[in-house]
Protein backbone atom coordinates (compact mmCIF):
# COMPACT_ATOMS: atom_id res chain seq x y z
CA UNK A 1 0.00 0.00 0.00
CA UNK A 2 0.84 3.38 -0.39
CA UNK A 3 0.99 6.22 2.12
CA UNK A 4 -0.84 8.53 -0.23
CA UNK A 5 -4.08 10.18 0.50
CA UNK A 6 -6.75 9.46 -1.84
CA UNK A 7 -10.22 11.07 -2.72
CA UNK A 8 -11.17 8.08 -4.95
CA UNK A 9 -9.64 4.66 -6.27
CA UNK A 10 -10.30 3.41 -10.21
CA UNK A 11 -10.30 -0.29 -10.69
CA UNK A 12 -7.10 -1.17 -11.23
CA UNK A 13 -6.00 0.41 -7.69
CA UNK A 14 -8.81 -1.52 -6.07
CA UNK A 15 -7.57 -5.01 -7.79
CA UNK A 16 -4.41 -3.88 -6.97
CA UNK A 17 -5.03 -4.00 -3.19
CA UNK A 18 -7.09 -6.80 -3.46
CA UNK A 19 -4.28 -8.54 -5.07
CA UNK A 20 -1.83 -8.13 -2.26
CA UNK A 21 -3.60 -9.70 0.25
CA UNK A 22 -3.91 -12.90 -2.33
CA UNK A 23 -7.46 -12.54 -4.14
CA UNK A 24 -6.53 -13.55 -7.70
CA UNK A 25 -7.32 -10.87 -10.25
CA UNK A 26 -6.78 -10.99 -14.30
CA UNK A 27 -3.54 -9.65 -15.91
CA UNK A 28 -3.67 -6.23 -16.66
CA UNK A 29 -2.14 -2.86 -17.37
CA UNK A 30 -3.10 0.81 -17.54
CA UNK A 31 -2.50 2.99 -20.92
CA UNK A 32 -3.12 6.26 -21.31
CA UNK A 33 -3.46 6.70 -25.02
CA UNK A 34 -3.78 4.75 -28.18
CA UNK A 35 -0.19 5.19 -28.99
CA UNK A 36 0.83 2.77 -26.03
CA UNK A 37 -1.59 -0.33 -27.05
CA UNK A 38 0.82 -2.22 -28.60
CA UNK A 39 3.29 -2.22 -26.47
CA UNK A 40 0.65 -2.95 -23.80
CA UNK A 41 -0.94 -6.28 -25.36
CA UNK A 42 2.24 -7.67 -26.42
CA UNK A 43 2.71 -9.24 -22.52
CA UNK A 44 -1.24 -10.45 -22.83
CA UNK A 45 -3.19 -13.07 -23.90
CA UNK A 46 -6.25 -12.51 -26.02
CA UNK A 47 -8.80 -12.46 -26.30
CA UNK A 48 -8.67 -9.05 -24.04
CA UNK A 49 -11.03 -6.97 -22.05
CA UNK A 50 -11.05 -2.56 -22.63
CA UNK A 51 -12.62 -0.72 -19.03
CA UNK A 52 -12.73 2.64 -18.81
CA UNK A 53 -10.71 3.72 -15.51
CA UNK A 54 -12.08 6.69 -13.58
CA UNK A 55 -11.79 7.57 -9.48
CA UNK A 56 -15.25 8.87 -9.84
CA UNK A 57 -18.15 6.44 -9.22
CA UNK A 58 -19.46 5.46 -12.38
CA UNK A 59 -21.13 2.42 -14.17
CA UNK A 60 -18.84 1.89 -16.83
CA UNK A 61 -20.89 -0.79 -18.32
CA UNK A 62 -24.29 1.65 -18.82
CA UNK A 63 -22.17 4.01 -20.87
CA UNK A 64 -20.21 1.53 -23.05
CA UNK A 65 -17.03 1.95 -20.99
CA UNK A 66 -16.38 -1.74 -21.27
CA UNK A 67 -15.75 -3.81 -24.76
CA UNK A 68 -14.82 -7.42 -24.18
CA UNK A 69 -14.17 -10.49 -27.07
CA UNK A 70 -11.35 -8.14 -28.64
CA UNK A 71 -8.58 -9.94 -30.30
CA UNK A 72 -5.85 -7.97 -30.80
CA UNK A 73 -4.58 -5.15 -31.09
CA UNK A 74 -6.05 -3.21 -33.12
CA UNK A 75 -9.73 -4.07 -31.90
CA UNK A 76 -8.18 -2.59 -28.17
CA UNK A 77 -7.26 0.61 -29.96
CA UNK A 78 -11.26 0.52 -31.89
CA UNK A 79 -12.57 0.19 -28.51
CA UNK A 80 -10.58 2.93 -26.50
CA UNK A 81 -11.58 5.19 -29.85
CA UNK A 82 -14.96 4.60 -29.19
CA UNK A 83 -15.05 5.22 -25.80
CA UNK A 84 -13.15 8.45 -26.33
CA UNK A 85 -15.82 8.91 -28.68
CA UNK A 86 -18.85 8.27 -26.08
CA UNK A 87 -20.94 11.25 -25.44
CA UNK A 88 -22.41 9.27 -22.00
CA UNK A 89 -18.71 9.65 -20.71
CA UNK A 90 -17.05 12.21 -19.61
CA UNK A 91 -14.04 12.95 -20.66
CA UNK A 92 -12.94 14.46 -17.63
CA UNK A 93 -13.42 11.64 -15.43
CA UNK A 94 -11.20 9.35 -17.30
CA UNK A 95 -8.23 8.74 -15.72
CA UNK A 96 -6.92 5.93 -18.41
CA UNK A 97 -7.76 2.96 -19.86
CA UNK A 98 -7.44 -0.36 -18.36
CA UNK A 99 -6.63 -3.64 -20.68
CA UNK A 100 -7.06 -7.13 -19.25
CA UNK A 101 -7.17 -10.90 -20.62
CA UNK A 102 -10.64 -12.20 -20.68
CA UNK A 103 -11.69 -14.44 -17.60
CA UNK A 104 -12.64 -18.08 -18.28
CA UNK A 105 -16.28 -18.01 -17.66
CA UNK A 106 -17.74 -19.40 -14.55
CA UNK A 107 -20.14 -19.24 -11.66
CA UNK A 108 -20.33 -15.50 -11.08
CA UNK A 109 -20.28 -14.39 -7.31
CA UNK A 110 -20.46 -11.31 -5.41
CA UNK A 111 -18.64 -10.43 -2.63
CA UNK A 112 -18.58 -7.52 -0.75
CA UNK A 113 -17.25 -5.74 2.57
CA UNK A 114 -18.22 -2.87 4.36
CA UNK A 115 -17.54 -1.30 8.08
CA UNK A 116 -20.48 -0.60 10.10
CA UNK A 117 -21.10 1.98 12.45
CA UNK A 118 -22.83 -0.44 15.25
CA UNK A 119 -20.57 -4.24 13.74
CA UNK A 120 -17.80 -3.12 12.43
CA UNK A 121 -16.34 -4.85 9.67
CA UNK A 122 -19.08 -7.20 7.80
CA UNK A 123 -18.93 -9.23 4.93
CA UNK A 124 -21.32 -10.50 2.15
CA UNK A 125 -21.34 -13.36 -0.02
CA UNK A 126 -24.47 -13.98 -2.84
CA UNK A 127 -25.30 -14.66 -6.09
CA UNK A 128 -23.10 -11.75 -8.28
CA UNK A 129 -23.05 -10.43 -11.99
CA UNK A 130 -26.11 -8.67 -13.85
CA UNK A 131 -28.74 -10.86 -11.56
CA UNK A 132 -27.39 -9.37 -8.09
CA UNK A 133 -30.05 -7.54 -7.51
CA UNK A 134 -32.45 -9.85 -8.71
CA UNK A 135 -31.73 -12.59 -7.40
CA UNK A 136 -31.32 -11.15 -3.78
CA UNK A 137 -29.32 -14.50 -2.59
CA UNK A 138 -27.00 -13.02 0.02
CA UNK A 139 -25.15 -14.79 3.50
CA UNK A 140 -23.88 -11.74 5.97
CA UNK A 141 -21.21 -12.57 8.78
CA UNK A 142 -20.02 -9.97 11.03
CA UNK A 143 -16.17 -10.10 10.29
CA UNK A 144 -13.37 -11.68 10.82
CA UNK A 145 -14.49 -15.12 9.13
CA UNK A 146 -12.73 -18.37 8.94
CA UNK A 147 -12.70 -20.82 6.57
CA UNK A 148 -15.52 -22.93 7.93
CA UNK A 149 -17.86 -19.61 8.36
CA UNK A 150 -16.97 -19.01 4.47
CA UNK A 151 -18.46 -22.57 3.61
CA UNK A 152 -21.22 -22.37 6.00
CA UNK A 153 -22.19 -18.83 3.79
CA UNK A 154 -22.15 -20.73 0.88
CA UNK A 155 -23.69 -23.20 1.68
CA UNK A 156 -27.12 -20.64 2.51
CA UNK A 157 -27.24 -19.72 -0.86
CA UNK A 158 -30.19 -20.58 -2.68
CA UNK A 159 -27.04 -21.21 -5.59
CA UNK A 160 -25.04 -23.42 -3.29
CA UNK A 161 -26.42 -26.47 -6.08
CA UNK A 162 -24.22 -24.71 -8.60
CA UNK A 163 -21.95 -24.20 -6.54
CA UNK A 164 -21.08 -27.59 -5.19
CA UNK A 165 -22.23 -29.01 -8.55
CA UNK A 166 -25.83 -30.45 -9.16
CA UNK A 167 -27.64 -32.77 -11.39
CA UNK A 168 -24.20 -34.39 -12.54
CA UNK A 169 -22.33 -30.80 -13.32
CA UNK A 170 -18.92 -30.38 -11.88
CA UNK A 171 -18.36 -28.34 -8.68
CA UNK A 172 -16.23 -25.18 -8.99
CA UNK A 173 -13.38 -24.84 -6.91
CA UNK A 174 -14.54 -24.18 -3.67
CA UNK A 175 -11.53 -24.57 -1.95
CA UNK A 176 -10.15 -21.12 -3.97
CA UNK A 177 -13.95 -20.05 -3.54
CA UNK A 178 -13.15 -19.77 0.51
CA UNK A 179 -9.58 -18.70 0.57
CA UNK A 180 -11.11 -15.52 -1.55
CA UNK A 181 -13.48 -14.68 1.17
CA UNK A 182 -11.54 -15.26 3.65
CA UNK A 183 -9.03 -12.83 2.14
CA UNK A 184 -11.37 -9.89 2.46
CA UNK A 185 -12.95 -11.23 5.74
CA UNK A 186 -10.50 -13.19 7.80
CA UNK A 187 -8.62 -11.85 10.77
CA UNK A 188 -5.53 -10.82 8.43
CA UNK A 189 -8.13 -9.79 5.19
CA UNK A 190 -8.36 -6.53 3.32
CA UNK A 191 -11.82 -5.56 5.21
CA UNK A 192 -10.18 -6.42 8.94
CA UNK A 193 -6.76 -4.59 7.80
CA UNK A 194 -8.12 -1.53 6.55
CA UNK A 195 -11.17 -0.82 7.95
CA UNK A 196 -9.93 2.55 9.15
CA UNK A 197 -9.18 3.68 5.57
CA UNK A 198 -11.99 1.97 3.48
CA UNK A 199 -15.94 2.35 3.92
CA UNK A 200 -17.04 -0.25 1.42
CA UNK A 201 -15.61 -3.17 -1.03
CA UNK A 202 -17.62 -4.73 -3.76
CA UNK A 203 -16.11 -7.51 -5.74
CA UNK A 204 -18.30 -7.97 -8.78
CA UNK A 205 -18.29 -10.49 -10.32
CA UNK A 206 -15.91 -13.27 -8.51
CA UNK A 207 -15.79 -15.56 -11.50
CA UNK A 208 -15.24 -19.22 -9.85
CA UNK A 209 -14.76 -22.48 -12.18
CA UNK A 210 -12.66 -25.52 -11.56
CA UNK A 211 -9.47 -24.07 -11.36
CA UNK A 212 -10.07 -21.16 -9.11
CA UNK A 213 -11.83 -17.94 -8.76
CA UNK A 214 -11.11 -14.40 -10.21
CA UNK A 215 -12.08 -10.79 -9.15
CA UNK A 216 -13.34 -9.88 -12.59
CA UNK A 217 -14.46 -6.26 -11.20
CA UNK A 218 -13.32 -4.84 -8.05
CA UNK A 219 -14.73 -1.20 -6.34
CA UNK A 220 -12.96 -0.03 -3.50
CA UNK A 221 -14.69 2.92 -1.49
CA UNK A 222 -12.27 5.25 0.90
CA UNK A 223 -13.24 6.41 3.92
CA UNK A 224 -13.01 10.42 3.99
CA UNK A 225 -9.53 10.67 4.44
CA UNK A 226 -8.83 7.17 3.79
CA UNK A 227 -5.52 6.75 2.46
CA UNK A 228 -4.50 3.48 1.20
Known amino acids: ?13 SKGLAASFGVPVPRGVRVSQV ?26 SDVGGVKVGLNSSADVVAAIQQMTDEPRIPSGIVSGYLIEE ?14 D ?8 VGAGGIYVHVLDDVA ?9 DALEMLQELRIAPMIFGARGQDPVDVGGLV ?12 IMTHQSE ?11 GRDGACAVDVRVVPTDGGAL
Open 35 to 60: EEVSRAVAGLQPPFVVKLLSRTPIHK
Open 140 to 148: VRVCPVTAA
Open 102 to 115: MAASGQELIVGAKV
Open 179 to 190: DAIVRIGGENGL
Open 1 to 13: MNDASVVGVDELE
Open 198 to 208: ISELDINPLIV
Open 117 to 124: PSFGPMIM
